[in-house]
């Protein structure tokens, strides 16, 4: 927008004084001076005279600067140039409509996840009410568990899924293999318990525990993949999958359980209050009306939780409404087959069963004797790793099983429905 002094580009500056020297050099055209024999007019040497020049204002500052084009011109003699767009808008709606149209060009071009990646997708509870002026939040969270440690996706899951914020009980046990255990809970309801050498490891078993409770397909795709080769796991759940199609309020469920020798509804919902309130502290009262065509409404009352079910009799409508209350506690399970990792038979006899077996071999390293191998701890090893592929051959899937919708089975005895575990 204005014309450039010479003087501030001093290499051109010096390279136009060059210029003007050769071209003094090469004038072809020189005034005589007269000659005087040595002698001076007036007894004064005579000196040679400069050539005057005249010039006006303009003429000297068109000498004395450069337009735009003459310093383009110089730099392109000693830089290389790049032709670069600059898009200019009329107004701010052309611009905004520009920026629009290249973002939805980009997303065309989005890149996408590395192979392998496994993204775990889970509804948002909306803990505001219906009717709440609040801002309206996801129906739906997206989260990517690579390269996160299990508390760190169980923290992301509750939090965003649940609104709670999980805390943990840890506990000193007489045992020198893992001596802490840590328990989660979640809104006051105990879930995965987990033991370990040191407190971030019983922390960690017992996130993963809560996990695969909360989320069964966790077992497979995640904690499967991080942990396979973990000695320390317990049993696998893979002979409860068929419970996982079922819903926890499914009026069959008391059947399924009774045939596969799992605890009946209302034993579950017995350990469920013990383990996390004590049955000294909840009362539960029942109350059973008749209702029209030959049905009884039977009613449960569990502290501050009540649950109403229509039923044929007594005992089916004690099971229901057993259910009908495990779901109001656990309102973020969905299937019947995480309540029985969480209250069946394995939660149950796990650590038992664990602590009888160090005990078996701590009686075998007596039998030890000197300068010769263990051969009590050697058979005691075959015999487990015997019963290992028992087990992993006994629950090779052969097929898919669907629940059907229909089913006659013969009444379970009352000795089935009992689990008690001393």
């Known amino acids: 927008k204005h014309e ?22 090469n004038a072809s055209i020189v005034e005589p001076v007269p000659e005087t ?3 001076a007019m007036n007894g004064h040497e005579l000196l040679p005279l400069p050539n005057a020049k005249i010039e006006t204002v303009k003429e000297n500052l068109k000498a004395q600067s450069l337009t735009s084009a003459e310093v383009t011109e110089y730099c392109q003699r000693l830089f ?30 989005r890149p996408t996840l590395p192979d392998g990646t496994k993204l775990i997708t889970f509804p948002v509870l909306n803990t505001e009410g219906e009717n709440s002026s609040a801002v309206r939040t996801k129906k739906e969270w997206i ?20 609104k709670k914020q999980p805390s943990y009980e840890f506990k000193e ?7 802490y255990s840590a328990t989660v809970a979640i809104n006051g309801l105990k879930y995965g318990t987990g033991y370990g050498t040191s407190k971030k ?8 525990e809560t996990l695969e409770i909360l989320i069964p397909q966790m077992k497979d795709k995640i904690t499967g993949d991080k942990e396979a080769s973990s000695s320390n796991s317990r049993s696998s759940y893979h002979d409860l999958s068929v419970f ?4 926890i309020e499914d009026p069959r469920v008391a059947e399924f359980c009774a045939k596969t020798t799992e605890p009946s509804p209302h034993a579950i919902l017995l350990t469920c209050l013990q383990r996390n309130f004590g049955l000294g502290d909840v009362h539960i009262q029942y109350e059973i009306n008749n209702v029209n065509h030959k049905k009884n409404e039977f009613k449960m009352i569990v502290g501050k939780h009540t649950a109403s079910v229509v039923c044929k009799n007594k005992r089916d409508g004690k099971q229901r409404a057993s259910q009908a209350i495990l779901q109001i506690l656990h309102p973020h399970i969905k299937t019947w087959g995480s309540l029985l990792r969480l209250y069946g038979n394995r939660s149950i006899k796990s650590f038992k069963e664990k602590k009888q077996e ?15 191998p263990n051969y009590a701890i050697l058979d005691k090893l075959k015999l487990e790793m015997t019963k290992l592929m028992e087990r992993d051959e006994a629950v090779k899937p052969i097929g898919t099983f669907v629940p059907p919708t229909d089913i006659s089975l013969p009444t379970a005895t009352g000795s089935n429905l009992k689990n008690v575990d001393l």
């Open 4 to 25: 450039i002094p010479l003087s501030a580009v001093p290499c051109l500056n010096y390279r136009k004084a060059l210029d003007k020297e050769a071209e003094a050099k």
């Open 37 to 39: 024999n040595g002698t």
């Open 80 to 109: 290389n140039f790049k032709t670069i767009k600059v898009r200019r808008f009329k107004s701010w709606s052309a611009r905004r409509k520009f920026t629009k149209n290249k973002k939805q060009i980009k997303n065309l071009q």
């Open 143 to 162: 989260m990517n568990p690579n390269g996160k440690s299990f508390v760190c996706i169980l923290h992301e899951y509750v939090q965003h899924a649940l």
């Open 173 to 179: 046990l007489e045992n020198a293999a893992t001596p």
């Open 201 to 208: 490891q019983a922390k960690s078993e017992a996130a993963r």
């Open 244 to 247: 996982d199609e079922i819903k």
């Open 358 to 372: 160090e005990q078996e071999i701590t009686v075998l390293q007596s039998k030890a004797a000197i300068n010769q």
